[in-house]
């Protein structure tokens, strides 16, 4: 089974003192098997920017909270020069458990590999 790839999570200045310069940590997608970021403290957005003409759907896995519900967030379309910012989203909706724990997983479709995308995520500050 393929591995998800880790997002690196940069944090933002608590006083808006310093930016994230988002095109410089930039990585890029992992078509197949998707992307996972650590999200403990519910804060972090999840951002995605295309730099090509071609397109891809982004689908956020949820858990299922205490009553079983369940309800994935997409699947979202980004196409050519969009950059789409996710969240911050719910621990108790969005963290994975297991080997995953306090991650949130991020999947791609229609997807053509070698094309740009580019995935980083942001802690926000309190």
Do not use: C, W
């Amino acid at each position: 089974m393929a591995v998800r790839a880790t997002i690196d999570v940069q944090a933002a200045d608590a006083n808006g003192a310093t930016g994230v310069d988002l095109k410089a940590v930039m990585q890029t997608i992992e078509a197949v098997a998707g992307d996972k970021y650590n999200n403990r403290g519910g804060n972090v957005l999840f951002i995605i920017s295309a730099d090509t003409d071609a397109s891809v759907n982004v689908t956020i896995d949820s858990v299922a909270d205490p009553y079983a519900r369940e309800g994935d967030l997409g699947p979202t379309a980004i196409g050519f020069s969009v950059i789409m910012a996710f969240g911050p989203f719910s621990p108790r909706l969005f963290n994975q458990s297991g080997s995953d724990d306090g991650f949130v997983h991020v999947d791609y479709d229609t997807y053509v590999p070698g094309v740009g995308f580019g995935v980083e995520a942001v802690a926000l500050s309190s």
